[in-house]
């Protein structure tokens, strides 16, 4: 069978699902009801209620609930005698009884505010065995359905004839989980969501570095090779029991997902087909998976590639781009067709225009990256070059060379044009490569992924370039510090921030594009007029258009402020201000300066001077790119050597900070960070050095008969 997309199988016909949260999920550590946790569970189901889905409610978190009232009212009521003496723990059923009825009460309070009718449906084990009663339950729920009440259902442990302290396996159910399975048979159900606290069902333990999130269960793979704990910190489930009734349900045809009940959002996000968690079905074993590759064997299968990339001789290297850049030109209607679906999916599900301008492949497109793939081959041969050459001694020659730095994982944002750039400067760079594009672009970035890796030789392999389908895999890479050598994240401060802060391997850091252009007094105001236009029209979307125009004090004076924002005005673009700007030219004020617009939209303020000018910038900008326009020479010196940021410019438009207009061939990305490289990251950023020794028989022998020169030698590539 071809490669398929589990979750593809079974949204498309979900009508009615069964929703079980355990204990685990509705309590936080201390025992105590997690209400944020159950709210957004709450407005979940209240979402998909009014999108017309039938939702069954199973829960679990009466016990625990009625512990903890319990605990208070002896707590209450005890003497301070009576605290001296040990406590022993509640009864079970007792619990059961006083904390049905509160969860019930929590859970109505809840949906009330969501306009939502809730019921409450208690079950004991016994009553299954009644054909009776099982086709009332039937009815009574397809009745409740109808009106579009949301039933709750719960084992009824306040009367259960179970063993205490519930270690009974035994009957028709005997957990919450075993409920659930049992109820999305017997009601018909088209799909089984079993909330968890963590993130599905994993190979080992979850905080085992080594265990990898199972996406796919295939009972007659995975069934005797996995152990997990058996018991849940809180209830009576546990992964055992959630695993156990993912293969009863899946077995008799209702697929099932395991997944994280911490999440605000993933009943919704499983049924829009992403994969969250771990998916039980009945053809799994059927198959063959998207994702049977896990992180590691991905990274290693990159790195391998690129080592034999790296051997090849340089003309061969080169030769693998213009193919590259060929089948770009040979594919553009396929490239262009899944780019168009894209954009019709943005533009339906509601996304920002902003993000729809970056996500477009503009006619022409495909061709201009194609001429930058070949230019970027026609560079200078980037690896191995001798970047320093020194004689430690007589006949000891010592060298610096350019290497490849090894595995890269870039994280970049709706661009698909930024997949070939930094495909192919992985390749010219000689670094193997996994990409992680935004979902909006996953038409278009398969399709570019597949042209480009197609023209990778068999010698250096296709799996050179990897493309990451899955948000859920990238915490597994982040963890591979001994096989990836650099991560480059391309968004937003958040995104960088949460990748820093995830792992131990080096992050190029490339966050908001906050760019800045400061009009000084003595600015030639037609050139100003040309600047601002182009900084801020020319692509308003771009990371380096302009996002706040700071301009002398004296041009508010003068006219020559007014002449500035006319200019922007006749343009269509939108303008706040900062405190002074707002009040002389009475526009709305901006709610923060440290705000990327992304769109035909900008913020102006009035300042004093070019150093109070730098000290916004400094304080508020990115460190991405700054301009100046002034025609005091004096001046411009000291905002470029003053505004600390990757980019500064001197009567130029932002707009110039680019790697093909830097003459790079291409860029990976802009990286505001102050380590390894800065700007437009091009193939320079992408290498490091390593050095190379000669000797004829030398030895150190504690230094006894070396004499050491230490001379510059000419350099010889």
């Not at 005698?81 to 859970?107: E, T």
């Not at 796919?216 to 069934?223: C, G, S």
């Not at 492949?361 to 495909?366: H, I, R, S």
């Not at 023209?455 to 990836?484: C, F, W």
């Amino acid at each position: 069978m071809d490669s398929i997309d589990p979750t593809r199988i079974f949204i498309r016909k979900v009508k009615r699902l069964v929703v079980k949260v355990g204990t685990a999920v509705v309590t936080r550590g201390d025992g105590r009801l997690a209400l944020g946790r159950l709210g957004a569970l709450c407005e979940q189901l209240k979402e998909l209620n009014s999108r017309g889905y039938e939702v069954i409610l199973v829960t679990s978190g009466a016990v625990g609930l009625g512990r903890q009232r319990l605990r208070y009212r002896r707590l209450a009521n005890s003497s301070f005698a009576d605290l001296q003496n040990p406590q022993g723990d509640f009864d079970g059923k007792a619990c059961a009884a006083v904390g049905q009825s509160s969860l019930m009460a929590l859970y109505d309070t809840m949906f009330s505010q969501l306009d939502v009718t809730s019921s409450q449906l208690l079950e004991t084990d016994s009553v299954f065995s009644d054909t009776g009663f099982r086709q009332q339950l039937s009815e009574t729920v397809n009745a409740l359905l109808d009106l579009r009440v949301i039933p709750i259902f719960n084992e009824n442990d306040a009367v259960s004839t179970r063993k205490t302290p519930y270690e009974d396996s035994s009957g028709i159910f005997w957990d919450n989980d075993s409920l659930a399975g049992l109820l999305a048979l017997e009601l018909k159900a088209d799909l089984l969501v079993l909330l968890s606290d963590v993130e599905g069902l994993y190979s080992g333990p979850p905080s085992d570095p080594n265990s990898k999130l199972i996406q796919t269960f295939v009972k007659e793979k995975h069934l005797g090779q996995i152990t997990f704990g058996a018991k849940s910190r809180v209830g009576r489930g546990g992964m055992t029991a959630k695993v156990n009734a993912a293969v009863y349900a899946s077995c008799a045809g209702i697929p099932v997902v395991i997944t994280s009940g911490f999440a605000t959002d993933n009943i919704i996000k499983v049924l829009q087909g992403e994969m969250k968690g771990t998916l039980f079905h009945k053809d799994a074993h059927l198959w063959t998976l998207v994702k049977e590759v896990s992180a590691r064997e991905m990274a290693i299968s990159a790195r391998e590639s690129s080592r034999r990339l790296q051997a090849l001789k340089s003309e061969d290297r080169r030769k693998i781009l213009m193919d590259v850049a060929d089948a770009l030109e040979d594919n553009e209607n396929m490239i262009l067709a899944e780019n168009s679906a894209d954009i019709k999916a943005a533009e339906e599900a509601g996304y920002e225009k902003p993000l729809i301008s970056r996500l477009a492949l503009k006619p022409g497109k495909v061709k201009l990256l194609a001429n930058s793939v070949r230019k970027l081959a026609d560079m200078e041969e980037p690896i191995g070059r001798i970047l320093k050459r020194s004689e430690l001694a007589r006949d000891l020659v010592l060298e610096s060379v350019s290497c490849s730095l090894g595995v890269l994982l870039v994280v970049f944002e709706s661009r698909p044009d930024a997949l070939v750039q930094i495909a192919s400067l992985a390749i010219r760079s000689g670094n193997g490569l996994l990409l992680k594009g935004g979902k909006e672009a996953r038409r278009s970035n398969a399709a570019l992924h597949k042209v480009i890796t197609s023209a990778i030789p068999d010698t250096v392999g296709e799996k050179l370039i990897g493309l990451v389908t899955s948000r859920e895999e990238i915490p597994d890479l982040l963890k591979l510090d001994n096989v990836i050598d650099l991560v480059i994240p391309r968004g937003s401060n958040k995104l960088v921030s949460q990748i820093k802060e995830s792992t131990k391997i080096p992050v190029l850091g490339h966050s908001d594009g906050i760019c800045h252009v400061y009009v000084d007094k003595s600015a030639d105001i037609e050139m100003a007029k040309r600047i601002v236009s182009d900084a801020k029209v020319d692509y308003p979307a771009a990371c380096n258009a302009m996002e706040t125009l700071l301009v002398h004090e004296d041009l508010a004076n003068n006219g020559g402020l007014i002449k500035l924002i006319t200019e922007l005005r006749k343009e269509g673009v939108t303008l706040y201000g900062g405190k002074r700007a707002s009040e002389l030219l009475k526009i709305n004020e901006a709610h923060s300066f440290h705000h990327e617009y992304n769109s035909l939209t900008c913020t102006v303020e009035i300042v004093d001077d070019v150093f109070a000018a730098i000290d916004h910038i400094n304080e508020h900008g990115s460190s991405h790119t700054d301009c100046i326009i002034t025609e005091d020479q004096k001046v411009a010196e000291i905002f470029l050597n003053q505004v600390d940021s990757a980019a500064v410019f001197h009567n130029a438009s932002t707009r110039f900070c680019d790697g093909a207009r830097f003459g790079l061939g291409a860029e990976v990305g802009i990286s505001t960070s102050g380590i390894h490289a800065r700007g437009p990251v091009g193939v320079e950023g992408l290498l490091t050095t390593r050095w190379i020794l000669r000797g004829t028989g030398q030895v150190v022998n504690g230094d006894n008969g070396v004499a050491y020169t230490h001379k510059d030698l000419a350099l010889k590539n």
